[in-house]
């Protein structure tokens, strides 16, 4: 069984709060990770259409049936639940770690959790697993079969093969609680969306050129990217907004959470094919970014992270939270290391009158600290 980075965290706040809250993807190990932390609770799962219906049509006798300490896996289903913990909560403020719950859907959570249990529990976000979290299970592999293959536990657990994998993740999972959560009515349009977004994976969200090619209107463009962005399918990376006496870019990035899924949407079917397909940088950043946005969700922190393009084309491919100030970073997929790499952290530093040290990461050997930015291999940085 695989130990996971935010395991840490969660016992710290399982000591703070009488209620803990996991969301995140499917499939990213939410239900192995609490049953084995929490083994001594009750594990009710609410996906079982029996306990799902008597927990609807009578929630108390449920909540009697199922006393805590208990596991509540896959709330969002049965959201009425969340008033009657709350009574159960405020019966007894001292205790803490007694209502474990796992969510699969961002944004209902998120509301549910509001109005029924602000300020009694802690929200903690799981991610598929983080490279340090491979490389201590001694799973080493080359990139693009790390890209290819994603970061999906059971794929790893169960050697499933990842292009069998995506397909099912994505027809069982995606196209099911995208349908739970907004009538699509044209599914095609809505699957040359999410490939029209894998093809444009770290580049800057351009709403009307997505409407004209999938061939509906830009607010509807947006509220489908809400929609990917609730259910963990995408994340943005927004635009670095400080005045430095230049025109900013407006619009955010959009990386896939899962890469392999990203991989699966572009048709490429094996990592040979990858590191040939001109998606491979893109993939290779979108890899380096989720792991950032790993490590700072791993400890229960905001991701505070953004990127920098002036009207210039000044970029920063990612600004990495340093205290009060960025750290800036550059990601390349080349093997070998060009002082060219840097120019963009020099003018950073330069216009934000910044001494912060930037960061290369790539996938070469050398690895050293300049004056002006460590250069570090992408699997040893976070």
């Not at 395991?7 to 009488?18: F, G, Q, R, S, V």
């Not at 999938?214 to 927004?238: D, H, N, R, T």
């Not at 939270?321 to 530093?349: A, M, V």
């Amino acid at each position: 069984m695989f130990d996971r980075k935010i395991e840490k965290e969660l016992k710290i706040t399982a000591e703070e709060y009488p209620v803990i809250t996991i969301i995140g993807p499917r499939q990213s190990g939410k239900t192995t990770l609490v049953r084995k932390f929490f083994s001594d609770h009750t594990y009710v799962n609410l996906e079982n259409p029996e306990l799902r219906s008597l927990a609807k049509d009578d929630p108390k006798t449920f909540m009697l049936r199922y006393q805590a300490p208990v596991i509540f896996d896959e709330i969002q289903n049965v959201p009425e639940l969340l008033s009657w913990i709350q009574v159960f909560v405020d019966e007894k403020p001292e205790l803490t770690g007694e209502y474990i719950l796992t969510g699969s859907h961002q944004m209902q959570l998120r509301e549910a959790i509001t109005q029924s249990l602000a300020g009694r529990t802690a929200l903690l976000t799981l991610f598929p697993f983080a490279l340090n979290e491979l490389g201590e299970s001694d799973i080493q592999v080359e990139r693009e079969h790390l890209i290819h293959n994603g970061f999906m536990p059971r794929l790893h657990d169960k050697k499933i093969r990842s292009v069998r994998f995506y397909r099912d993740y994505f027809q069982t999972y995606v196209e099911r609680d995208v349908r739970k959560l907004m009538a699509i009515e044209n599914q095609q349009a809505f699957e040359l969306f999410l490939k029209l977004l894998a093809g444009r994976v770290g580049s800057e969200i351009n709403y009307s050129s997505l409407s004209g090619q999938v061939g509906i209107s830009s607010p509807q463009i947006k509220k489908w990217l809400g929609l990917l962005e609730a259910s963990f399918i995408i994340f943005k990376l927004p635009p670095f907004f400080n005045n430095f006496g230049k025109r900013l870019t407006k619009s955010p990035k959009v990386y896939f959470v899962e890469v392999g899924l990203a991989c699966y949407l572009l048709g490429i079917e094996t990592p040979e094919q990858l590191e040939r397909d001109p998606a491979f940088g893109g993939l290779f950043e979108n890899m380096v970014i989720a792991e950032a946005y790993k490590s700072r969700i791993n400890k229960g922190l905001e991701p505070r992270l953004y990127f920098y393009r002036d009207r210039h084309q000044h970029e920063i491919d990612l600004l990495y939270p340093s205290g009060s100030s960025f750290t800036p970073i550059e990601i390349k997929s080349s093997r070998t290391y060009r002082d060219e790499f840097l120019k963009g952290i020099r003018y950073f530093q330069k216009i934000s009158d910044s001494n912060q040290p930037g960061m290369l990461i790539y996938d070469g050997d050398l690895e050293v600290n300049k004056e002006e930015a460590l250069v570090r291999n992408f699997r040893n940085v976070w």
